[in-house]
């Protein structure tokens, strides 16, 4: 299994980007999948996750501006990040518990000009 990430980029504070990972590979079984974020000199943190049933949790940091989202069928979850703030400048992970097995994408790097 195999977890590819996109939709990285720079954008202005106050804008918006989409996230994208898509898993690929033989998967029988999805528990949830989510992003993470670590910025430099920073340990990496939990950003949003989503079950298979759809049930969803967020940082209290981005509570309000972030919207995670899947599409089970597709194997896909997406990150919706509005009202970005140069805090929230980090490489984004995506995480999927897979199979009953933990997988990372590469990280697609999101940089927030002030």
């Known amino acids: 299994v195999q977890l590819q990430a996109s939709g990285g980029g720079l954008v202005q504070a106050g804008g918006s980007l989409r996230l994208s990972c898509v898993a690929s590979?033989?998967?029988?079984?999805?528990?949830?999948m989510g992003w993470y974020r670590q910025a430099p000199g920073k340990q990496r943190e939990l950003v949003a996750t989503i079950t298979s049933g759809a049930t969803t949790n967020y940082a209290d940091s981005v509570k309000g501006r972030f919207t995670i989202s899947s599409i089970n069928a597709k194997s896909t979850v997406y990150l919706q990040m509005d009202s970005l703030k140069p805090e929230d400048t980090a490489v984004y992970y995506c995480n999927a518990n897979i199979n009953r097995q933990m997988y990372w994408g590469q990280g697609t790097l999101v940089t927030v000009s002030s």
């Open positions: 590979g033989t998967i029988f079984w999805i528990n949830d």
